[in-house]
């Protein structure tokens, strides 16, 4: 499978790359990645300063304003466009929103589409922001936030991985998770907070891996090497 992958607030592709080096590892090599960075220049992300230099660039993807998230969601489709077809996306905390937002949309808007060939065809969410309503994010300039009450909003297989210890993501990783197809979901909660499970943890590392094969082979997409 080809993955669009897109990284966290404050950070880069080149970061995610490393968040994600051992699950990767573990996924196999039949699968492709693209890191792209986000467009908002922004300082690094507190949680791993000291890691990483703080001079170097360090992005968003969207800004607080609801002009900024949906201009995102815009350069999204150009991207997709631009550089796809893609077979998933691996989005990582404030990227959830991004990733939920097309997936929505396309579920609202093209609805035959999103059943029967949609653009990413498995979505895993590492540590998710609440989603938001993208069709009125865009015709209307109002932010709704999206949960369980909503029904089901996306139906394409998804995993939901986020920390035990992760006191305010986690609920909102919670959310995102009840807006998808119970059906096709996979969720696993991990023993650390705000992170990816890395090599340090290997029954946080292999749970994960675990529920993301679970979920890439639910959506019945051919493999390339």
């Known amino acids: 499978?080809?993955?669009?992958?897109?990284?966290?607030?404050?950070?880069?592709?080149?970061?995610?790359?490393?968040?994600?080096?051992a699950i990767?590892?573990?996924?196999?090599?039949?699968?492709?990645?693209?890191?792209?960075?986000?467009?908002v220049p922004a300082k690094l992300a507190p949680e791993i300063e000291g890691l990483f230099p703080a001079n170097?660039?360090?992005?968003?993807?969207?800004?607080?304003?609801?002009?900024?998230?949906?201009?995102?969601?815009?350069?999204?489709?150009?991207?997709?466009?631009?550089?796809?077809?893609?077979?998933g996306v691996i989005s990582f905390s404030h990227a959830g929103v991004l990733a939920t937002a097309f997936?929505?949309?396309?579920?609202?808007?093209?609805?035959?589409?999103?059943?029967?060939?949609?653009?990413?065809?498995?979505?895993?969410?590492?540590?998710?922001?609440?989603?938001?309503?993208?069709?009125?994010?865009?015709?209307?300039?109002?932010?709704?936030?999206?949960?369980?009450?909503?029904?089901?909003?996306i139906h394409i297989p998804t995993a939901h991985i986020w920390g035990k210890d992760d006191a305010t993501w986690g609920a909102e990783s919670k959310s995102v998770a009840g807006i998808c197809d119970p059906e096709k979901r996979m969720i696993f909660i991990h023993s650390g907070g705000h992170e990816i499970p890395g090599a340090k943890a290997k029954s946080d590392l292999y749970g994960a891996v675990?529920?993301?094969?679970?979920?890439?082979?639910?959506?019945?997409v051919a493999q390339c090497a």
């Open 210 to 220: 675990h529920s993301i094969r679970r979920t890439v082979d639910a959506a019945g």
């Open 24 to 39: 990767r590892i573990e996924l196999g090599d039949s699968h492709t990645y693209e890191f792209v960075d986000g467009v």
């Open 1 to 21: 499978m080809r993955f669009l992958c897109l990284h966290g607030r404050g950070t880069n592709g080149q970061i995610l790359e490393a968040q994600t080096a």
């Open 56 to 87: 170097d660039d360090y992005f968003d993807y969207y800004g607080e304003s609801i002009e900024s998230k949906a201009q995102a969601l815009k350069d999204l489709d150009d991207l997709i466009e631009q550089d796809g077809p893609f077979d």
């Open 103 to 153: 997936l929505i949309r396309e579920a609202k808007l093209y609805p035959t589409k999103h059943l029967l060939d949609p653009t990413f065809k498995v979505a895993i969410f590492f540590s998710s922001v609440q989603a938001v309503d993208p069709v009125l994010l865009m015709e209307s300039g109002t932010q709704k936030f999206l949960n369980a009450s909503n029904g089901t909003l």
